[in-house]
Structure formats: C-alpha cells, structure tokens
Antibody
Framework: QVQLVQSGAEVKKPGASVKVSCKAS????????INWVRQATGQGLEWMGW????????GYAQKFQGRVTMTRNTSISTAYMELSSLRSEDTAVYYC??????????WGQGTLVTVSS | QSALTQPASVSGSPGQSITISCTGT?????????VSWYQQHPGKAPKLMIY???NRPSGVSNRFSGSKSGNTASLTISGLQAEDEADYYC???????????FGTGTKVTVL
C-alpha cells in the first residue's frame, strides 16, 4: 500500500535548523510531487511547499522563502524538509503528503518539532 | 494569501445531514475546480475525502459529497455517524505566489 513514513520527533533551540525525512513506499517515488504541511498545536493546516522528486524542482510558500529547503534522495525514495533559523512559532507537527490531482494523499504520520531554549 | 473561511463548528444528530462551507475568492475557490477536503481525527494525520470539488477517492464512503458555487465550496455528510466526528479542512489551488491554501477548519460534533 502507498505509505509515507516520517522521522521521529525533534527538539531544537531557537536559531537552529531541523531536517525531517519522509520515506515513500508502495509507488514510484519519482512520479508524484511531495508536499509539506505543518500544524501548530490546536491550529489549522499550513502549506509550506512542494518538490518534484524526479527533477528536484521546488516551490515554497512565500512565508517560508529563504528558510526552507526541500530535497530528495531517489535511491532510497526519501524526501527531506529542512527549516532553518527556528523560532518558537515554528513549534508544530510537520507532515509530508503526496501530491495527487491538486490534492494531498496520503499523508505521513507527522513529525513533532519543538523549538525551545 | 489568507486562509479560506470555514465555520468553526457544525453539529448534527446521528442520521442527519450536515454541510460545511468553504469561502474563498475568484483567485482560488472560484477560479479553479481544485478544491479538496480532508478529515482529521485527534492526533492523526489528515485524510483526503474529496478532490477536484466533488470526486471521492477509492474507499471513501459515498455519504461524503462535495460541490461548489461561485467562490464557496461545500462538503456534505449525509447519514451522520459517530465516526464522522472530526475536524474538516478544505484546500484550494490559488493563483497567488503560494499555490495552495487551506481553510480555517471546522469541528464536526455528532450529538
């Protein structure tokens, strides 16, 4: 079955960077975009950006431009999202999701990133 | 890019039908047939329920249906069941520099 499995929870200090991984299985990794979405505790969903695993092309939400980098390793069907210059407001669950027909399906299980001094 | 507007909460009794609205602009909901809906149970990842306004992915109950009129999209849940109690989010493609936007989210309560 199509599945996205993300890396475990992270605790980071303000100003640091975090890199979250998303391993795909059950389909051809290079055939679908990977999107990243985050959700602060008790808040709504926020789209961060997308990456085409075949070409490596990316597109980022204006809010995260200059702070986020999305990459991939096609040999292990894994996508990565790195967010730098972390601040407390970046504390959230980060999800990867496969892009399908202008929607997102399936989603990874989520990775909690906590930013605290 | 502002979030799409959804009611904070909607409730209904088992067996009833409820409708959740999702209001945007002509730059997003009104301009494209790329509205999708997601169900999220507490502590779980979102699940795609509707894509391209009214299409259901394989495995999603036909009690869920979607539609759109102008700048407002809607998700209807018929024959409401206890398991439908969850948060629901709409999403749309947009013409802005940030190509996707989510709704503010709606908590569905089954009375």
């Amino acid at each position: 079955q199509v599945q996205l499995v993300q890396s475990g929870a992270e605790v980071k200090k303000p100003g640091a960077s975090v890199k979250v991984s998303c391993k795909a299985s059950g389909y051809t990794f290079t055939s679908y975009d990977i999107n990243w979405v985050r959700q602060a505790t008790g808040q709504g969903l926020e789209w961060m950006g997308w990456m085409n695993p075949n070409s490596g092309n990316t597109g980022y939400a204006q809010k995260f431009q200059g702070r986020v980098t999305m990459t991939r390793n096609t040999s292990i069907s894994t996508a990565y999202m790195e967010l730098s210059s972390l601040r407390s407001e970046d504390t959230a669950v980060y999800y990867c999701a496969r892009g399908v027909t202008m929607g997102f399906d399936p989603w990874g299980q989520g990775t909690l990133v906590t930013v605290s001094s | 890019q502002s979030a799409l507007t959804q009611p904070a909460s909607v409730s209904g009794s088992p067996g009833q039908s409820i409708t959740i609205s999702c209001t945007g602009t002509s730059s997003d909901v009104g301009g494209y047939n790329y509205v999708s809906w997601y169900q999220q149970h507490p502590g779980k990842a979102p699940k795609l329920m509707i894509y391209e306004v009214s299409n259901r992915p394989s495995g999603v109950s036909n009690r869920f249906s979607g539609s759109k009129s102008g700048n407002t999209a809607s998700l209807t849940i018929s024959g409401l069941q206890a398991e439908d109690e969850a948060d629901y989010y709409c999403s749309s493609y947009t013409s802005s520099s940030t190509p996707f936007v989510f709704g503010t989210g709606t908590k569905v309560t089954v009375l």
